[in-house]
């Protein structure tokens, strides 16, 4: 396959590429990640099973989105490609470091992102991924239904299926819509906004693994609270653009369910647990 990857990129670059260094990369999803290097050029490789070739396709086109539509760094599409049994990915390497981490500058280049508002609905042109779980992206003009039904109650249905049911979904659906806002302005969301998805380069900051609709902004901000906050001076950053509204902590809790729903149904374990006791307070 490494031979084909090697073409493939060749044909991108209009000049013979062939790597020299190969190193694996940790990574948490089933996608196996891979830096390749000669003394010219560096690429980052996803490799998977030939059937996530859809997976793959979409997650470029979300990044050709962000790169149109926002001021992130974020790496270009080489080529994509597939054997009989594997599939890959190839971007852009972007050097990354732990230094000169303007977090401030994040968090204003995200709320330049969510001000835009040049969609009038909610949702997207096609349905994408968040990790390896298909996430459908059905347009809604309401942002309750849109969220309610084609975040949490998918999810809480792909959890049923495998025998797990945590909540009535009909009437767990019903009792979160009156709690989510009716009057949002669609923002374009990178989908799976947390620490382990930024990084900085030169001091600019970077993002990866986007799962792009557009929604409420709040979904952004939440889910980069859920696991590991960013530091104060990214939400400093943020608010200094475009200020949070009254009542985001409480919407906080309803979209922070949605990521503990996907790890749910991708880990179990723990997760299972965290989602339970997060439904839980969403009753009280």
């Known amino acids: 396959m490494w031979n084909l990857v090697n073409q493939y990129i060749s044909d ?30 560096s690429y980052l490789v996803k490799v998977d099973h030939v059937q996530a ?29 597939s054997s009989i049994e594997f599939c890959f990915l190839v971007l852009e390497w972007l050097e990354t470091t732990g230094e000169l981490e303007d977090w401030f500058s994040c968090g ?3 709320a330049k992102l ?11 042109e096609e349905d994408n991924y968040f990790f390896d779980l298909a996430q459908p992206n059905q347009w809604h ?12 109650a998918w999810q809480l ?6 025998g797990i049911k945590l909540v009535d979904i009909d009437q767990f659906v019903e ?40 929604g409420d902004r709040e979904v952004d901000l939440a889910s980069s609270e859920l696991f590991a906050p960013l530091p104060h001076a990214f939400y400093e950053g943020y608010d200094s653009i475009y200020p949070r509204l009254d009542g985001y902590e409480e919407r906080r809790r309803i979209y922070q369910l949605y990521p503990l729903l ?11 647990k965290q989602a339970a006791s997060h439904i839980e307070t969403l009753y009280k």
């Open 12 to 41: 991108a670059i209009h000049e013979h590429f062939e790597y020299t260094r190969k190193t694996q990369l940790p990574c948490n999803a089933h996608a196996r990640l891979f830096k390749i290097e000669n003394d010219h050029h």
């Open 108 to 110: 204003t280049t995200l």
């Open 53 to 81: 070739l859809e997976r793959f396709e979409c997650e470029a086109r979300n990044h050709d989105t962000l790169i149109r539509d926002s001021d992130f760094l974020v790496a270009d599409t080489i080529t994509i490609g």
């Open 157 to 162: 249905q792909l959890l049923a299926e495998k």
């Open 141 to 152: 003009k309401k942002w309750e239904v849109f969220f309610a039904e084609e975040r949490i």
């Open 114 to 124: 969510h001000a835009r508002h040049e969609q009038q609905m909610y949702g997207l």
């Open 262 to 272: 996907c790890h749910a149904n991708m880990f179990a374990g723990d997760y299972l």
């Open 175 to 214: 009792h979160i819509k009156p709690m989510l806002p009716h009057q949002v302005a669609p923002s374009l969301l990178h989908g799976h906004f947390w620490r382990g998805n930024i990084a900085f380069a030169q001091g600019k900051p970077c993002l990866f693994c986007p799962s792009c609709y557009y």
